[in-house]
């Protein structure tokens, strides 16, 4: 076994050790190598389970975090996922390994051409990365089984939920941007939001509209 084999592997491990029982969800983190993912400066750092800072003033999410995230997804290879704030592709390409497509939404231009070429790189082919304003989801292939949104909101957009099937789930880190914000997890009904779930707390970034004037 090689020394990135084993840093997956070990990554696996501690998965499992905080609870993640999930096969599939495992599975996609075994086979997605997070260094790829990450700047040459933290290749070193890629299997720790921290946050990772990559271009444009963005971060990786720690593993154990985007773990409990796919899991509240409850996703399957039938499904369609949003996701809004592409960073890297790493969540992109560990989404496209759990379900039938995924729409990777950034508004960096860096960003989206980074997520793309790693993506591409894994040999993935079920997603695709759009530079776009990410407040107003992606109605062209919707609707969507989830959507996952990467940068804080104190209220969720209604444009994600009326992209949402029937008890579709959002998960969103929710509050103001200068505390730390709850990741939630809510399911889509004609009642309104239900079965909030409390997934863990997070120091995201805002989400900002628009399209970046630089980088």
Sequence with gaps: MDEE?????NLVLKLRSIGVTDHAVLSAFEATPRHAFAP???????????LI??????????????ATLLTAASLSKTSSVLEIGAGSGYLTALLARLCRRVIGLERFRTLTETARANVQQQ?????????TDGTAGWPPAGPYDA????ASVEQPMQLWLDQ??????????LGAATAPQR??????????LQNPR????????????GLARAL
């Design 5 to 9: 084999t084993l840093r997956r592997a």
């Design 40 to 50: 040459k400066t933290y290749a070193s750092d890629a299997y720790a389970d921290r």
């Design 53 to 66: 800072p990559i271009a444009c003033g963005q971060t990786m999410e720690a593993p154990t975090v985007l």
């Design 123 to 131: 040999g993935i082919t079920n997603a695709e990365i759009i530079l």
């Design 147 to 150: 959507v996952i949104v990467t």
């Design 164 to 173: 949402l099937v029937p008890d579709g789930k959002l998960i969103v880190p």
């Design 183 to 192: 990741w939630i997890s809510v399911a889509n009904s004609p009642q309104g």
């Design 198 to 209: 409390v997934l863990g707390t997070t120091f995201a970034a805002p989400l900002t509209p």
